[in-house]
């Protein structure tokens, strides 16, 4: 593996979708020390999987932006340009990539109560998969980082949004950075680092200017997810055991 700079702080947030993923990294944006990637690993994905057949913007992303995932992680551990790097990432845009990568990273997995986000990613993608949403993964990975001794920790989103400040003071202090207050609001407009497929997913974001008070979602669970919600729901009980609050 490459030499990584150990005066860099190298965050990687691994998420499932609608999982507020994007409202944090608005929030890291906004440190004057930090410098936010958004989903580098996407075209990677796309490129690798058959979600570019059914992901919105595919063809864009994947002309757009680096479609090879070893050169993806060279950027991740060489980049240097700040002394905070926040990389959000997707849990299973990670595909067959050697891991042994993350060793050199602050890595934060992001969860959500599948009864709230599948009814939101099914919005866009109408018949998601398990690999779509990544509670197994996220399992898969947590067993990966205690294996091999690296750094993790979990968040949820309802808890992150129930206290903002003080689930993030929590992470500051896990990632070896000082908490800052601006990270609790941003101004509610569009960020130079949004992905190309912003437009379909971050709409909600934009029009932000903190993280969202948590409402319980009032909505009959649509029927088609239930088999889905049935699968993801072991997963997700045990990653919110593990989260701070």
């Given at each position: 593996?490459?030499?990584?700079?150990?005066?860099i702080?190298?965050?990687?947030?691994?998420?499932?979708?609608?999982?507020?993923?994007?409202?944090?990294?608005y929030?890291f944006?906004?440190?004057?020390?930090?410098?936010?990637?958004?989903?580098?690993?996407?075209?990677?994905?796309?490129?690798?999987?058959?979600?570019?057949?059914?992901?919105?913007?595919?063809?864009?992303?994947?002309?757009?932006m680096?479609?090879?995932g070893?050169?993806?992680?060279?950027?991740?551990l060489?980049?240097?340009?700040?002394?905070?790097?926040?990389?959000?990432?997707?849990?299973h845009?990670?595909?067959?990539?050697?891991?042994?990568?993350?060793?050199?990273?602050?890595?934060?997995?992001?969860?959500?109560d599948p009864?709230?986000?599948?009814?939101?990613?099914?919005?866009?993608?109408?018949?998601?998969t398990?690999?779509?949403?990544?509670?197994?993964?996220?399992?898969?990975?947590i067993?990966?980082?205690?294996?091999?001794?690296?750094?993790?920790?979990?968040?949820d989103a309802?808890?992150?949004?129930?206290?903002?400040?003080?689930?993030?003071?929590?992470?500051?202090?896990h990632?070896?950075?000082?908490?800052?207050?601006?990270?609790?609001?941003?101004?509610?407009?569009?960020?130079?680092?949004?992905?190309?497929?912003?437009?379909?997913?971050?709409?909600?974001?934009?029009?932000?200017?903190?993280?969202?008070?948590?409402?319980?979602?009032?909505?009959?669970f649509?029927k088609?997810?239930?088999?889905?919600?049935?699968?993801?729901?072991?997963?997700?009980?045990?990653?919110?055991?593990?989260?701070?609050?």
């Amino acid at each position: 593996m490459p030499m990584v700079s150990n005066s860099i702080k190298r965050i990687s947030l691994w998420s499932g979708p609608r999982n507020i993923s994007t409202a944090l990294m608005y929030s890291f944006a906004q440190r004057n020390d930090t410098k936010v990637f958004d989903e580098p690993l996407y075209a990677y994905y796309l490129k690798n999987s058959n979600a570019k057949d059914y992901h919105p913007g595919a063809e864009t992303i994947l002309k757009t932006m680096e479609n090879d995932g070893d050169e993806v992680v060279k950027m991740m551990l060489n980049y240097s340009e700040q002394p905070v790097l926040f990389f959000k990432n997707m849990t299973h845009h990670l595909l067959d990539l050697d891991r042994r990568f993350m060793k050199s990273l602050y890595n934060v997995i992001l969860t959500r109560d599948p009864r709230e986000m599948l009814p939101s990613f099914a919005k866009v993608i109408k018949q998601p998969t398990m690999m779509d949403v990544g509670y197994k993964l996220h399992l898969d990975l947590i067993q990966y980082f205690e294996k091999n001794d690296i750094n993790y920790v979990v968040l949820d989103a309802k808890n992150v949004l129930l206290n903002p400040e003080g689930v993030l003071k929590q992470l500051c202090e896990h990632s070896d950075i000082p908490f800052n207050n601006a990270m609790l609001a941003w101004q509610p407009q569009k960020l130079e680092e949004d992905g190309v497929w912003a437009k379909y997913w971050y709409d909600n974001v934009h029009k932000s200017s903190k993280f969202s008070t948590y409402k319980p979602k009032a909505d009959p669970f649509p029927k088609h997810l239930i088999p889905l919600l049935n699968e993801c729901l072991p997963y997700y009980n045990q990653l919110s055991q593990l989260a701070l609050s």
